[in-house]
């Protein structure tokens, strides 16, 4: 399995750690409600050092970025984010990115970790122009710090001023006195940053942020309370909720597609989803009984298989199980029923209003 550079300080930590897509990362801590109600009520910080970093480059970047990405990013200003799916020609998604426009000739892609090298190839197979593709993944480091006093606890250590970054706005600064990007963003529904840096410098920056964050307890987290923090925020993750037989339409993401910006790629099927509607799509549940559907469990109606569910938790925050799976659109409205099938027995699901948690 691949490391990060911070395998040696989450292994003296006592952490559980888990095959997560090939990477060799910390499962949890110490308990994901513990984790999970730190970053809801105070901050955390994440280990993100296996994910992908593409850099688009050259005079040709923007209208190549604008073919291979679903999102208007000529709409953007510089330093600004746009999150992303990037699509074939039937629709159905290679990934979701986020896509950092620091001029019209220069972009950084943040990539998920298990297709770094598929993304990788694809984008290059689609590049025409003046334009080049560099893979900075394993140069690249990135920590997170999620929660209400995630601005607090980094601003004792960089004199940029965070308060002016915006949502999902990113800008370049010394942070612990190394180079960084500080982007206002994350994947829990809370307030925090996404900091990164070069590989060698992780660690430091690590180091410089547990420090930083002492007064107000600051702890690392771990994948599964990051699983159960995007799930109550409905943030979809890529080989759970959607993959290369999903198209963004299907799974409800109607606002990443932008048809008024002209022809990319995946265009027309998409398209005609839109126009003609889709034959399932993506909704959120809660159940009240039962064991934890795991991914792929059948969802049922009158004993016959309808849809899957993608993800399941008990949401520590709201007290209760809930999930996102795959139904005919019949089964869309909020308040729709149907069963969720595990080990023959068959456990009752209601439709609910998502995201599950808003702050």
């Not at 000529?74 to 330093?79: N, S, V």
């Not at 995946?266 to 549940?285: H, I, M, P, W």
């Not at 005919?328 to 595990?342: L, N, R, T």
Request: proline content about 4%; aromatic content about 10%.
């Amino acid at each position: 399995m691949k490391e990060t550079p911070l395998r040696a300080i989450h292994e003296s930590l006592d952490a559980m750690m888990v095959d997560a897509d090939e990477w060799y990362m910390p499962g949890q801590y110490t308990s994901i409600v513990d984790e999970h109600n730190l970053v809801r009520n105070n901050v955390g910080i994440f280990d993100l050092c296996n994910m992908g970093e593409l850099w688009i480059t050259g005079k040709d970047a923007l209208p190549n970025i604008q073919k291979l990405c679903t999102q208007d990013i000529e709409l953007l200003c510089d330093r600004q984010i746009a999150y992303t799916p990037m699509c074939r020609e039937d629709g159905t998604m290679v990934d979701d990115i986020l896509v950092y426009r620091w001029e019209p000739k220069t972009f950084m892609l943040l990539v998920n970790p298990k297709n770094i090298e598929k993304d990788y190839n694809w984008i290059k197979s689609n590049l025409t122009g003046e334009v080049e593709l560099s893979n900075q993944s394993d140069e690249t480091g990135l920590l997170s710090i999620q929660g209400p006093n995630a601005e607090a606890v980094l601003q004792k250590i960089t004199r940029q001023r965070l308060s002016a970054i915006q949502y999902y706005w990113f800008t370049s600064g010394i942070v612990a006195g190394i180079d960084c990007i500080i982007s206002r963003s994350g994947f829990t529904g809370e307030d925090g940053f996404e900091i990164y840096c070069e590989s060698h410098e992780v660690v430091k920056l690590w180091n410089a942020l547990i420090e930083a964050g002492k007064e107000v307890e600051l702890k690392p987290i771990g994948l599964s309370a990051k699983e159960s923090l995007r799930l109550e925020n409905r943030l979809v993750a890529y080989g759970l909720d959607i993959d290369d037989t999903t198209s963004p339409i299907e799974a409800s993401l109607y606002w990443t597609v932008n048809f008024n910006k002209g022809h990319f790629i995946g265009y027309d099927a998409l398209k005609k989803q839109k126009e003609r509607g889709t034959s399932r799509t993506l909704v959120g549940f809660e159940m009240p009984k039962g064991p934890i559907p795991k991914h792929g469990t059948p969802v049922t109606f009158k004993n016959k298989r309808i849809g899957k569910v993608t993800s399941c938790v008990i949401s520590p925050t709201l007290k209760k199980t809930i999930g996102l799976a795959y139904v005919p659109v019949s089964f869309k409205e909020i308040g729709a029923m149907f069963d969720i099938e595990i080990h023959g027995k068959y456990f009752s699901a209601t439709v609910i209003e998502t995201p599950f948690y808003r702050r």
